[in-house]
């Protein structure tokens, strides 16, 4: 049984306009989240991460909403870049941000920016 | 930037070789991971350690061994490989946000 839902395999956006890449849970225990990319070959890099007693958090170009009533969490590429084409995870944890918990994935989604 | 490092990168290997994987860093994390991941599939975590001398199984089962001898090592070891064994096998550590490092992709003939 996932935990950890990413719906989408694939999103094809123009460059320039904005990715939104959803991520659905069914743990409500879990109260960190986390969102990696990963090229092939390479390991994930992390990019942000949210907590739950926040519904938003933002860095640059990329910004976590989270609704913790409907467990959904999505992250927003914004203007996208060629660049960002990669395979995005996400990730949630419970026990909190240095907790014990193990992370657990989704299945990731390939986004392709399209110059 | 997190100081995690993995050797081989690469790895081509016949059955029935011991490997071992090489996973260390330089954060001074306790808490150690192991996850293999095969293409178009979520990462599932097949060892685990929270110190030295902590090891632990992780969800996916593996016939893979670990050991934690010093905090900054964390290598992985295949007493004799076979084809299904090929994946790519990434390392992480944790203090807070978990860290991956460059990953090794492995393939067994």
């Known amino acids: 049984d996932q935990q950890v839902k990413q719906n989408s395999p694939s999103l094809s956006v123009q460059e320039g306009r904005i990715s939104i890449l959803n991520c659905d849970y069914t743990n409500s225990m879990f109260d960190y989240f986390l969102w990696y990319k990963k090229y092939p070959a390479e390991g994930p890099t992390f990019l942000i991460s949210?907590?739950?007693?926040?519904d938003k958090n933002e860095d640059g170009r990329f910004t976590v909403f989270l609704n913790k009533s409907a467990k959904h969490l999505s992250l927003h590429i914004v203007p996208s870049q060629p660049g960002d084409s990669a395979v995005y995870f996400c990730a949630a944890s419970g026990a909190g941000r240095g907790g014990s918990e193990k992370l657990v994935f989704g299945k990731g989604t390939k986004l392709t920016v399209n110059p | 930037e997190a100081d995690i490092y993995q050797t081989p990168r690469y790895l081509v290997i016949g059955t029935g070789k011991k490997i071992t994987l090489e996973c260390s860093q330089t954060m001074g994390h306790d808490k150690m991971y192991w996850y293999q991941q095969d293409p178009g599939m979520e990462l599932h975590l097949i060892h685990y350690?929270?110190?030295?001398?902590?090891?632990e199984k992780g969800d996916l089962s593996s016939e893979s061994t670990v050991s934690r001898i010093r905090t900054e090592h964390f290598p992985l070891t295949l007493e004799s490989a076979r084809p299904s064994h090929t994946s790519q096998y990434l390392c992480?550590?944790?203090?807070?946000?978990?860290?991956f490092g460059p990953g090794t992709r492995l393939l067994v003939l």
């Open positions: 992480a550590s944790r203090l807070g946000t978990q860290y």
């Open positions: 949210i907590s739950s007693i926040k």
């Open positions: 350690s929270y110190g030295v001398n902590s090891t």
